[in-house]
C-alpha cells in the first residue's frame, strides 16, 4: 500500500516575505515616508532580529527558545505594517521596483520568526507553542488581509508596465495581481469587512482542529496488557511498544499508537482479531468521541464558513474559488480525473475482496471481511500468490541506508549531487540529523535536515518543508528539512522500515530535491512554490527509483550479514507492485472525494452532520465498499481541515498523472541516465513556479500528460 504523504506549509503571510526593506525612492518625488519601528532593548537578544550567523543562514536551534516567538511576531508585524503603508502612500508612479520588489522584501523579522515556528508547531510542539499558534492565527490572517485587501496596494499593482520586464519578473508582478484578485481585492469595502472576519475566524478554526487532533491520535493509541495480544509482532515492534508505553507512564504495558492515516501499519501483523478490531476502531473513531479533542463541530463550522467565503467572491463553491490558480482550474476537471480512476479501482478491489473472503473461509474464519481484516489477510494473498512476506523484507531495509545507500545514491547517479554528514550544526530535537548538499560540479549548494522517529508531539504522516528558501536575489541557498513518523527501535536494535515506508522516504526527497534545485530570484517563485496539482509530481516521480536495480541492489542489504536482497526476492517485490492497487486507489481517490464533497456545496442546507455528510458522499460517488474505508475519515483529515489541501487532495492524482507520464518519457529514453536527470533538472525541478507549468512539462516530454500510463503502473489496464 503506497504511502500519500502531507507536506507542511508555514503561512501563508510567511511564506510570502523574505527580507525587510524602506521605501526607496529619491527626495524629488517621496514626502518622508513611515519611519520603521526601532526594535526595543528586550529584543537584543532575540535570534529573530538579525539573520543567523550560521551557514546558509541555518538555524540556531541552540539559541531559540519559546519566548522568543510572540516578541518577534510583535515587532515584525509593526515593520512590516509599516512597509506596506509605504508602498501603498508612495505618491511616485508605481514602478517594478516600488510597489512589486518592495512587497516582496517586506517582513524579514516575521517571516524568520514564522518559519521556525510552524515548521517546530509540526515537528516539535508543546502547550507553550500551541497557545501561540491559537493566538496569533487570526493575527496573521488579518496581516494577510491587511495586505491584499488593501486598495492602495492593490492598484499600484495594476497599474505596473510589465512590457519591460524580465521573465521572473514580469511572472512575480502576474502572480501577486492574482492573489490580490482571489483573495478578493476586488469586493466592496462592506464586503471587505466582512472577508477579514470569515478569514479570522478560519485560521482559528484551522487551528484549533490541528491541536485538538494532535490530542486525539495522542490519547487515542490502544493500551494492551497482556502480551498475547501482540502475538504476531515481532520482537522489535514488542519492545517499541513497550517503550511508548513506558514513556507515556504505563510502565509494563504495551502501547500500540496511532499514525494519522486510517489503517495503521501494525494490523497487518496481528494475529488476533479483537486486538485488530481494537486498533483500527482507535484510529476511526479518534476525534469523534464527544470530548474535548472531538473535531466535528469545528470541521462543519469551517465548512461553512468556507462556502460564505466563495459565495462573498462570485463563486458557486469552495473549490470553484480554490481551484483558480491551479493546474485542474475547475472541481468538474478534478473530478472528472477521479471518477477515471475510481471506476477500475472499485471494481479492482471488489476482486481482491473475494479474493481475501476465499482465504478467510478457506481457513474456516467464519466471519466476513471487515477492514480491520483487510491488511492481514492481504498480506497472507500476496505471500500465497508471489510468495512474498513482509517480514522477510523488512531485514534489508535498515532506515539509515535507505537514506544514504539508496535515495542519496539515487540522487548522486541521476542528477550528480553528493552529501555529507554534518555534527557541528545545532538541531531543535537529538533525532534529527544534518546533511551538507554538494553540486554536481563540487560546490556546497545547501543544508539538509533529517527528522525520522515518531513522537507525541510531532504532527502525523511525512513532509519537506525549508528553513530558508532559494533566491538569487537575497543570496540565499536553500536550507530544507524532512520529516517522518517512523516507529522508533528499542535501544540498541535496527530501525526496520516496510517497502512503503522506503517509498515514503524517496517520496519526501523527492519534495527535497525540488528545493535543492530550486533557481529563482524570487523567494515567491522559488523550488515548491507551485500550485498543489504540481507539487507532489516531483516527489511521486522520485519513488521509481527505489526499485531501479542498481539503486535497490545498493541499499537493499541484510542489516546483519550485509548481503544484497537474492534477485529471487527482488523479482517477487517487482511481480507485486500491482497487488492490492484496488484497495489501495480506491481509499485514496474515496478521501479525495471527501474533500472535493466538502467543498463543492453550493448551499448551506446541503452540509449536514459530518459523518452523515460524509456517507452519503461516499454513497453518491460509489464508494460502497465497506471494507475499504478512506485514507482519511473526515475527523481526522489533516490536510483539508488544518493544512493546505482544502478541495486540493485531488493534487495527488493529478499529479500521479504527470508522474506516470514523465516517467515513461525517461524510461523510454534511457532511464536513469545522467542526460536524462539533467533534463529532468532543468526543465522541471529548477523552475520553481517561474514559468507555465504545464508548458514546462510539454517541453520535458514533448507532448501533454495521459492517463495511460498510470493506469498501466497500478495495473488497472494490461
Not at 552 to 573: F, R
Request: glycine content about 6%; proline content about 4%.
Amino acid at each position: 500500500m503506497k504511502n500519500i504523504t502531507s507536506l507542511f506549509f508555514i503561512s501563508s503571510l510567511a511564506a510570502l516575505t523574505a527580507c525587510t526593506s524602506t521605501m526607496n525612492t529619491s527626495r524629488n518625488n517621496a514626502p518622508t515616508a513611515q519611519s520603521l519601528p526601532s526594535p526595543e532593548a528586550s529584543l537584543a537578544g532575540n535570534p529573530f532580529m538579525v539573520k543567523s550567523t550560521l551557514q546558509y543562514q541555518a538555524p540556531e536551534f541552540d539559541k531559540i527558545k519559546d519566548e522568543h516567538y510572540k516578541p518577534a511576531f510583535d515587532y515584525g508585524l509593526k515593520v512590516q505594517s509599516a512597509e506596506i503603508a509605504n508602498i501603498a502612500n508612495n505618491p511616485a508612479a508605481p514602478t517594478f521596483e516600488n510597489t512589486v520588489l518592495a512587497l516582496e522584501n517586506s517582513g524579514e523579522v516575521l517571516q524568520r520568526a514564522q518559519t521556525i515556528f510552524y515548521n517546530l508547531s509540526g515537528s516539535n510542539t508543546n502547550p507553550t507553542l500551541q497557545k501561540i499558534q491559537e493566538e496569533y492565527a487570526p493575527i496573521f490572517s488579518a496581516q494577510s488581509d491587511k495586505i491584499f485587501l488593501n486598495d492602495k496596494l492593490y492598484a499600484r499593482f495594476k497599474a505596473i508596465d510589465t512590457s519591460r520586464l524580465d521573465a521572473e519578473s514580469k511572472r512575480l508582478t502576474e502572480y501577486y495581481l492574482k492573489r490580490f484578485e482571489i483573495a478578493g481585492a476586488n469586493l466592496s469595502a462592506d464586503k471587505k469587512e466582512e472577508l477579514k472576519k470569515i478569514n479570522s475566524e478560519l485560521a482559528t478554526l484551522s487551528t484549533q482542529f490541528s491541536n485538538k487532533l494532535l490530542e486525539a491520535r495522542k490519547k487515542g493509541g490502544v493500551v494492551i496488557t497482556d502480551v498475547k495480544e501482540l502475538d504476531g509482532l515481532s520482537e522489535d515492534q514488542i519492545a517499541a511498544a513497550a517503550a511508548d508505553a513506558k514513556n507515556a507512564g504505563l510502565e509494563g504495558k504495551y502501547l500500540l499508537s496511532l499514525l494519522n492515516t486510517t489503517q495503521q501499519p501494525l494490523l497487518q501483523n496481528l494475529k488476533d482479531r479483537k486486538t485488530r478490531e481494537k486498533l483500527f476502531k482507535a484510529s476511526w473513531y479518534r476525534a469523534e468521541k464527544g470530548d474535548a479533542n472531538d473535531t466535528r463541530e469545528t470541521i462543519e463550522r469551517i465548512a461553512r464558513l468556507r462556502l460564505r467565503k466563495a459565495k462573498l467572491q462570485g463563486k458557486n463553491s469552495f473549490a470553484e474559488w480554490k481551484l483558480q490558480d491551479q493546474m485542474a482550474q475547475s472541481p468538474d476537471k478534478a473530478m472528472k480525473l477521479l471518477h477515471q480512476l475510481a471506476t477500475p479501482a472499485v471494481e479492482t478491489a471488489k476482486k481482491e475482496k473475494e479474493e481475501i473472503q476465499a482465504l478467510i473461509d478457506a481457513q474456516k474464519g467464519g466471519f466476513e471481511l471487515a477492514p480491520w481484516d483487510w491488511n492481514f489477510y492481504a498480506e497472507q494473498v500476496r505471500k500465497a500468490k508471489y510468495d512474498l512476506d513482509e517480514n522477510e523484507i523488512k531485514p534489508y531495509f535498515e532506515v539509515n541506508t535507505v537514506l544514504e545507500k539508496g535515495v542519496f545514491y539515487a540522487a548522486e547517479k541521476f542528477y550528480g549531487i553528493t552529501f555529507k554528514k554534518r555534527t557541528d550544526l545545532p538541531v531543535y530535537h537529538p533525532d534529527v540529523t544534518v546533511y551538507e548538499v554538494f553540486d554536481r560540479d563540487g560546490k556546497s549548494m545547501a543544508l539538509y535536515y533529517l527528522d525520522f522517529y515518531t513522537r507525541s508531539n510531532k504532527g502525523g504522516g511525512a513532509w519537506m518543508s525549508n528553513f530558508v528558501e532559494q533566491s538569487h536575489l537575497l543570496k540565499q541557498k536553500p536550507v530544507i528539512v524532512n520529516v517522518f513518523n517512523y516507529q522508533k527501535p528499542a535501544p540498541g536494535k535496527p530501525s526496520l522500515i516496510s517497502y512503503d515506508d522506503v517509498e515514503t522516504m524517496f517520496h519526501e526527497f523527492g519534495h527535497t530535491l525540488h528545493g535543492l534545485f530550486a533557481n529563482q530570484k524570487y523567494v515567491t517563485l522559488s523550488g515548491t512554490a507551485t500550485p498543489r496539482d504540481f507539487v507532489e509530481f516531483p516527489s511521486q516521480i522520485n519513488e521509481f527509483f527505489a526499485l531501479e536495480p542498481e539503486v535497490l541492489k545498493n541499499y537493499a542489504l541484510h542489516y546483519q550479514t550485509q548481503k544484497p536482497m537474492p534477485q529471487a526476492l527482488v523479482e517477487k517485490i517487482k511481480k507485486a507492485r500491482s497487488f492490492n492497487q484496488g484497495y489501495a486507489t480506491t481509499e485514496l481517490v474515496s478521501a479525495a472525494t471527501i474533500d472535493m464533497a466538502w467543498h463543492s456545496v453550493t448551499d448551506e442546507n446541503q452540509l449536514l452532520p459530518t459523518l452523515e455528510f460524509e456517507k452519503k458522499a461516499l454513497d453518491r460517488f460509489g464508494f460502497t465498499l465497506s471494507q475499504v474505508p478512506p485514507r482519511y475519515h473526515s475527523p481526522y483529515f489533516a490536510h483539508i481541515f488544518g493544512g493546505g489541501y482544502s478541495a486540493g487532495y485531488y493534487a495527488y492524482m493529478w499529479s500521479d498523472v504527470l508522474n506516470s507520464a514523465a516517467w515513461d518519457y525517461i524510461k523510454t529514453h534511457g532511464g536513469m541516465t545522467r542526460e536524462n536527470g539533467d533534463r529532468f533538472r532543468q526543465y522541471i525541478l529548477s523552475v520553481g513556479n517561474s514559468v507555465d507549468l504545464n508548458q514546462a512539462f510539454r517541453e520535458f516530454t514533448g507532448k501533454d500528460p495521459e492517463i495511460t500510463p498510470l493506469l498501466k503502473d497500478k495495473g488497472f489496464l494490461k
